[in-house]
């Protein structure tokens, strides 16, 4: 059992949380959305990507991009996941996110798209 992310209530007045595939997914999503710094006490958590938004587009941004939140994902959440496959998109001011990646001790990959405006 884990604290849900984003941090909120549930129906008692109680943090919520998130079991199993949930909290996995959550974890993911809090991995890739995390900027180096934002972290007080582990200033190195997170995949950088917002980093990259910016650059010039191209084929080795492409892949500097896939390899970056590939290598960030399978350091966080490692013992909890294979990551399979990353595909990174930017238009206008929305990031998107699909990763494909194998839950330990499941026997089915998993494909999840996450979605986030572009800060300022």
């Not at 941090?7 to 974890?27: P, Y």
């Not at 996110?97 to 998993?110: C, D, E, L, N, S």
């Amino acid at each position: 059992m884990a604290i849900s992310q984003p941090f909120r209530f549930d129906a008692t007045g109680r943090t919520a949380t998130a079991e199993g595939a949930e909290a996995l997914r959550q974890a993911i999503e809090t991995v890739l959305f995390t900027q180096a710094g934002e972290r007080v006490n582990r200033p190195d958590f997170g995949s950088g990507l917002f980093q990259l938004i910016f650059a010039p587009n191209g084929s080795e941004i492409a892949t500097a991009t896939q390899f970056l939140v590939q290598s960030a994902l399978q350091r966080w959440l490692g013992a909890r996941a294979q990551v399979l496959d990353v595909q990174v998109a930017a238009e206008d001011a929305v990031l998107t996110v699909v990763v494909r990646y194998q839950p330990a001790g499941a026997a089915q990959p998993v494909t999840a798209r996450f979605a986030r405006a572009v800060p300022a």
